[in-house]
């Protein structure tokens, strides 16, 4: 059984600059959550998706974006990069089999703004 | 709105010693509880879950138990470890829309000296 996969592991942008992150889900999961989790806090829920459509969202602006492809991995995207963009962004994959849809975490991309 | 509070850290032991870390939480029905952890470098791990009251979450000598009576889910361990030195994040989900949302304290940064 595949983890969670992330892509790439470090990323360096300038600020106004866009980035793409990537997503592979477990197998046999079909939801994704993304999270951001800036230095010395806990993750911040940035939305999820399920059946490839946004299945909720937090306190994120619209320049958060993303996406969800037929085999359920998928894309965070941020445009007009700030500074206070720059922390460990974390994907989970889950299943709506479980009843307590229990959330698998990838090892998580960290984005560098300067 | 549901939300999760942790004990302040960071925490140093020595090994052999007693750990506990508070977590409370408010949340409307009846969450799912979680403890995940977090070694540097990496993304979260599950610990230990609870689903529902009195539910008591237990692995590799971690323990917590879902008190709904005072909303806590303190996590304890009785003889720590060095190799258990990271960071210990409690959370919470909730029914409804967004599938296994988890609403995340801020951390409680371990320490175990030899």
């Known amino acids: 059984e595949t983890g969670v996969t992330q892509s790439p592991t470090h990323l360096i942008k300038t600020r106004g600059q866009q980035v793409t992150l990537r997503c592979s889900s477990q197998s046999g999961h079909n939801t994704v959550s993304w999270y951001q989790q800036a230095l010395g806090q806990g993750p911040q829920f940035i939305f999820q998706y399920y059946r490839e459509e946004e299945n909720g969202r937090g306190n994120f602006p619209p320049r958060f974006s993303g996406l969800q492809f037929p085999n359920y991995s998928s894309e965070l995207n941020v445009n007009a990069l700030e500074l206070d963009d720059s922390a460990l962004y974390l994907c989970?994959?889950?299943?709506?089999?479980?009843?307590?849809?229990?959330?698998?975490f990838g090892p998580g991309t960290r984005l560098t703004v300067t | 709105g549901d939300s999760v509070t942790q004990m302040e850290g960071p925490v140093t032991l020595s090994e052999e010693a007693f750990l506990t870390i508070n977590c409370t939480y408010t949340a409307t029905g009846y969450p799912s509880l979680f403890w995940y952890v977090q070694y540097p470098g990496e993304g979260l791990q599950l610990l230990l879950k609870?689903?529902?009251?009195?539910d008591k979450g237990s692995n590799k000598g971690f323990e917590a138990t879902y008190r709904k009576e005072t909303t806590s889910f303190h996590l304890e361990k009785g003889s720590v470890q060095v190799s258990d030195s990271a960071v210990y994040f409690c959370a919470l989900s909730n029914r409804g829309s967004t599938l296994g949302r988890l609403y995340f304290g801020r951390g409680t940064q371990l320490t175990v000296w030899p």
């Open positions: 989970a994959s889950s299943s709506d089999a479980d009843f307590a849809y229990e959330q698998y």
């Open positions: 609870a689903t529902k009251a009195d």
